[in-house]
């Protein structure tokens, strides 16, 4: 089945240790998304790539970059995660970016 | 900046009960109006959508949205709910103008056997 998968689902890390959350889609489609969501709260837009075009959200922290290395491909780097950042991620994907997105399961991150 | 409402945070209902969840956007323009579901476990997933046409649209397990344009609304609707209709619902609206997604905060819903 094609489907977007986020690897790892569960991420610890010490405070100020670089992470790297990654993401992948069977779908082909050209858009994809990283989302920060805390408990109770809306998913938050980090950034998005439209093909290989990267659009920053203006409330997004340097501390957050991103890669995508080809369309099947997108990755999270936290430089230097603080607690605050403690939280759900989640990528997700569409085909163009009106349409419907297809999310992947998360990667939930605990900063010690 | 545009902005996504959903009023209710916590729903709770008795199987068999009709639902309304609502959902309130703030841009003007051109909107692609989205409901969300993420059950126990699971991640998120479309339930709906309505870009044009009917503003009455249909979605999966018996999950209705009516886009009214004049109360900038997009309340979701099922006449009798069921326990496995727990879960988190997400109003999202993309607008033309801004050229991106807001996800409103979300409804909880819980369903008593």
């Known amino acids: 089945d094609a489907m977007v998968i986020q690897n790892p689902r569960y991420q610890v890390t010490q405070f100020g240790k670089p992470v790297t959350l990654s993401c992948s889609q069977t779908l082909n489609h050209n858009v994809m998304y990283w989302y920060q969501q805390k408990s109770s709260q809306a998913p938050k837009l980090l950034f998005h790539y439209y093909d290989k075009d990267f659009n920053n959200e203006a409330d997004t922290p340097d501390n957050f970059q991103s890669r995508r290395p080809n369309t099947s491909f997108c990755f999270l780097d936290i430089r230097s995660p603080g607690l605050g950042d403690a939280a759900m991620y989640l990528c997700?994907?569409?085909?163009?970016?009106?349409?419907?997105?297809?999310f992947g399961p998360g990667t939930r991150l605990t900063v010690l | 900046a545009q902005s996504v409402s959903q009023h209710n945070h916590h729903v709770i209902l008795s199987e068999a009960a009709s639902l309304e969840l609502g959902c309130n956007y703030s841009y003007g323009g051109t909107v692609n109006l989205f409901w969300y579901v993420q059950y126990p476990g699971q991640h998120l997933q479309l339930l709906l959508k309505y870009f044009s046409g009917d503003p009455l649209v249909k979605g999966i397990k018996g999950f209705e949205a009516e886009f009214i344009k004049s109360k900038f609304s997009f309340n979701l609707r099922k006449p009798s709910v069921q326990w496995s209709d727990t879960a988190e619902y997400f109003c999202?609206?993309?607008?033309?103008?801004?050229?991106?997604?807001?996800f409103g905060t979300g409804t909880k819903l819980q369903v008593i056997p």
């Open positions: 999202a609206v993309f607008s033309g103008g801004y050229q991106k997604v807001t």
């Open positions: 997700a994907t569409s085909r163009g970016s009106s349409n419907e997105q297809f």
